[in-house]
């Protein structure tokens, strides 16, 4: 059996999809591209598709990640080729590779986000950014299933800075943009919520809700303080079993006089 993990994107309108929709839209685009999926046992039988910390709806994401697999070899560029044609534009299948390594969910330790705040001046953002690093707590107050829930967010966030809006993109209106590194704990610490814990410790409320895009996500390297790819130990131990069979092979021997 095969497995093949996939980095797609939510992008434009698609953002607003839930991970319910995306699901019955990648399965159809799995019996449009004829991939040889391979099918759990039961009555009911589904295809073996191990998702991983899907972005909330709403939110936009360049690295979503899942994990197929199959009944028969597939070349994983060509595979990605056919799903990305089968899927809607904005849900974009932007990478594949051959499992090789184990436990893809357990490298999915961070994410990096960018919030983009129309309306919000970016030295008020600056002012909040501070307040909420320096904060030894950061309580906000979330609403679930089984009632309000209230915890702290503040040390699930390891950065937090400010960036200017690109100069190819002007506007006569102030914007801010939020650039926040997250580790992925329980109970999880959303975009969402550091915005809440902005306006607690600053008062800082954009006046329109604001864009949130998952930039990357992936194992966290305290040292350099970077959120690492996840499909790279796929690729490197890839690369280095091509390499191994020319390394290993013997060296011709000369033939001597009959």
């Known amino acids: 059996m095969q497995r093949i993990r996939l980095r797609y994107t939510k992008r434009g309108r698609l953002r607003f999809t839930s991970h319910r929709d995306f699901q019955r839209a990648f399965e159809r685009a ?5 991939v040889p999926m391979a099918y759990s046992a039961g009555f009911t039988p589904h295809p073996k ?18 994990e197929i697999a199959l009944t028969a070899p597939r070349e994983p560029e060509t595979l990605r080729v056919l799903l990305d044609e089968s899927l809607p ?13 184990s436990g893809l969910a357990d490298r999915l330790t961070a994410s990096v986000w960018e919030l983009r ?9 600056e002012r909040a950014v501070k307040a909420f690093i320096e904060a030894d707590t950061v309580e906000v107050r979330r609403t679930t299933k089984n009632g309000v829930r209230t915890f702290d967010a503040r040390p699930a966030v390891v950065n937090l800075e400010t960036h200017r809006p690109q100069a190819d993109r002007p506007t006569d209106q102030p914007c801010a ?3 926040l590194v997250v580790r992925h704990v329980t109970p999880a610490v959303r975009p969402d ?16 809700p604001a864009a949130v895009t998952r930039l990357a996500q ?7 303080g970077t959120v690492t790819d996840p499909l790279a130990p796929d690729r490197e131990a ?6 191994t069979p020319a390394a290993a092979a013997p060296a011709p021997t000369p033939e001597g006089p009959a």
């Open 30 to 34: 799995l019996r449009r591209a004829e």
């Open 177 to 179: 943009i939020l650039r």
């Open 238 to 243: 890839a690369e280095a079993l091509t390499a």
């Open 117 to 125: 705040l129309d309306g919000v001046d970016p030295l008020d953002a």
């Open 193 to 208: 919520d550091v915005l809440s814990g902005l306006r607690a410790v600053a008062d800082l409320a954009p006046p329109v």
């Open 89 to 101: 534009a904005g849900l974009d299948v932007v990478e594949a590779v051959e499992a090789r390594t």
């Open 49 to 66: 598709v191990s998702y991983a910390n899907a972005a909330p709806t709403g939110t936009g994401s360049e690295a979503e990640y899942l």
């Open 218 to 224: 992936g194992l966290f390297d305290e040292e350099t």
